[in-house]
């Protein structure tokens, strides 16, 4: 059964993938490395609201068909495959009861090949290939609700035709900065001495997870981050600010995140995110993004994406748009794995309150126990007369004797 449904599920993915969609442009691949920097710098965002503990996340993009993400260049459309794969690992030491150390490494290889692979790419024409490698230490003190974490991220590029992509530097070192004092962060890459990206946020949301309350008003404050772009080194025209506003709409476990870009493209995208537990180890949402290609409704694309522990099942999601060149028309399935750990509590990215994990836990006395036993067995010894025979004491038996006159009296 398993295996039919498996079969059913892969031709459906076919099917969708070869009529409905898109090809990805070729320009769309030589701005990755901008998107996935900056994707995993909000992961370790995320991390670092807790700044202790542990992470892990793994994920690896599979799509069936060559002719479901084909590339569109100015030689034409070519058959093959998009992906994306990638992990992130953090993991801390306590220095003492209140200060703890991190350390943490994230890694992206993205873009398009000409034969889809596991672990080694092919690098088929017309191939573009880019890897992200982030890593940093981190210090967080408890005490006063203050995290630092600073190190560097290595880009790059691996394969690139000279024919369809313009010339790009093979090797580029950037290096990274976050701040967080209680709610506030602050976040910024640099290129020697310029900015690629300066974020500040503010983490209003009370959250269960890292000591806050888990009901109540304090629980309905909004998520608010702003972040300035900037996409082409000395072009001050081309800079952008994105604004992200995510809000708790019912019991922290169904959520509406907005984004705006100023100061001209105005909407980008709407998601609305359902999870059954606030420790989102599953989640399901449905999104509209703004693809500023059309005018009107017809500029919109909806879709969206189931979140398993093992499993991301997504079509045309607002994620997967701007994290997959823009693909667009197509079911996307990536196996993955992500999983957070904070003072033996589990949960997944972003979650409120950890996964409910109930123990019994039977704890046993020996010196309660042979005491009890003591006592029991010096009930039920007997005893020894002068002559040492043993005299047995009967409890709970009533007799009665009768005299002469009929009379009766009772006894034990």
């Known amino acids: 059964m398993h295996n039919k449904l498996s079969k059913i599920f892969l031709l459906l993915a076919m099917a969708?993938?070869?009529?409905?969609?898109d090809p990805i442009p070729a320009e769309?691949?030589?701005?990755?490395?901008?998107?996935?920097?900056?994707?995993?710098?909000?992961?370790?965002?995320?991390?670092?609201r807790g700044g202790r503990g542990?992470?892990?996340?793994?994920?690896?993009?599979?799509?069936?068909?060559?002719?479901?993400?084909?590339?569109?260049?100015?030689?034409?459309?070519?058959?093959?495959?998009?992906?994306?794969?990638?992990?992130?690992?953090?993991?801390?030491?306590?220095?003492?009861?209140?200060?703890?150390?991190?350390?943490?490494?994230?890694?992206?290889?993205?873009?398009?090949d000409s034969q889809d692979f596991f672990t080694f790419p092919y690098y088929g024409e017309p191939a573009h290939i880019s890897s992200v490698l982030t890593w940093g230490f981190s210090y967080t003190n408890t005490t006063h609700d203050v995290t630092a974490a600073l190190g560097l991220q290595h880009q790059n590029l691996e394969a690139a035709s000279r024919r369809f992509y313009p010339t790009e530097s093979d090797s580029l070192l950037f290096y990274w900065a976050h701040a967080r004092y209680k709610a506030l962060n602050f976040q910024g890459?640099?290129?020697?001495?310029?900015?690629?990206?300066?974020?500040?946020?503010?983490?209003?949301?009370?959250r269960e997870l890292y000591g806050g309350v888990g009901s109540g008003f304090?629980?309905?404050?909004?998520?608010?981050?702003?972040?300035?772009?900037?996409?082409?080194?000395?072009?001050?025209?081309?800079?952008?600010?994105?604004?992200?506003?995510?809000?708790?709409?019912?019991?922290?476990?169904?959520?509406?995140?907005?984004?705006?870009?100023?100061?001209?493209?105005?909407?980008?995208?709407?998601?609305?995110?359902y999870y059954p537990d606030p420790s989102r180890m599953v989640g399901f949402e449905a999104s509209c993004l703004r693809r500023n290609q059309e005018?009107?409704?017809?500029?919109?694309?909806?879709?969206?994406?189931?979140?398993?522990?093992f499993f991301r099942?997504?079509?045309?999601?607002?994620?997967?748009?701007?994290?997959?060149?823009?693909?667009k028309g197509t079911f996307i399935v990536e196996f993955q794995f992500n999983i957070g750990s904070l003072d033996g509590q589990f949960f997944g990215r972003g979650a409120t309150k950890p996964a409910p994990m109930e123990t019994t836990r039977s704890q046993f006395?020996?010196?309660?126990?042979?005491?009890?036993?003591?006592?029991?067995?010096?009930?039920?010894?007997?005893?020894?007369?002068?002559?040492?025979?043993?005299?047995?004491?009967?409890?709970?038996?009533?007799?009665?004797?009768?005299?002469?006159t009929g009379n009766t009296e009772g006894g034990h």
Do not use: C
């Open 16 to 21: 969708a993938g070869v009529a409905f969609a």
């Open 28 to 48: 769309a691949l030589t701005q990755g490395g901008l998107q996935m920097r900056d994707n995993q710098l909000r992961d370790i965002g995320l991390v670092m």
């Open 54 to 112: 542990g992470f892990v996340d793994i994920g690896y993009t599979f799509t069936p068909s060559s002719e479901q993400l084909q590339l569109r260049s100015k030689y034409g459309v070519h058959n093959g495959y998009a992906f994306r794969h990638h992990y992130g690992i953090f993991g801390s030491w306590v220095l003492d009861t209140n200060a703890h150390l991190g350390f943490l490494t994230w890694f992206d290889r993205a873009g398009w």
């Open 189 to 206: 890459s640099f290129y020697r001495n310029t900015f690629q990206t300066l974020r500040v946020s503010l983490d209003l949301e009370s």
């Open 218 to 273: 304090k629980t309905y404050l909004p998520n608010v981050s702003a972040t300035i772009y900037r996409r082409k080194s000395g072009d001050d025209n081309d800079n952008f600010m994105r604004v992200n506003w995510e809000q708790n709409i019912y019991d922290q476990i169904l959520y509406a995140d907005v984004s705006y870009d100023f100061p001209d493209d105005g909407f980008h995208s709407f998601v609305l995110k």
């Open 295 to 309: 005018s009107g409704s017809k500029d919109l694309l909806w879709g969206g994406a189931i979140t398993l522990p």
């Open 313 to 327: 099942f997504a079509y045309n999601s607002a994620f997967d748009y701007d994290n997959m060149f823009h693909a």
């Open 365 to 404: 006395d020996l010196k309660k126990f042979m005491k009890t036993q003591a006592e029991r067995n010096s009930q039920n010894l007997p005893t020894v007369d002068s002559n040492g025979n043993k005299v047995i004491h009967a409890k709970g038996i009533r007799y009665e004797k009768s005299d002469a």
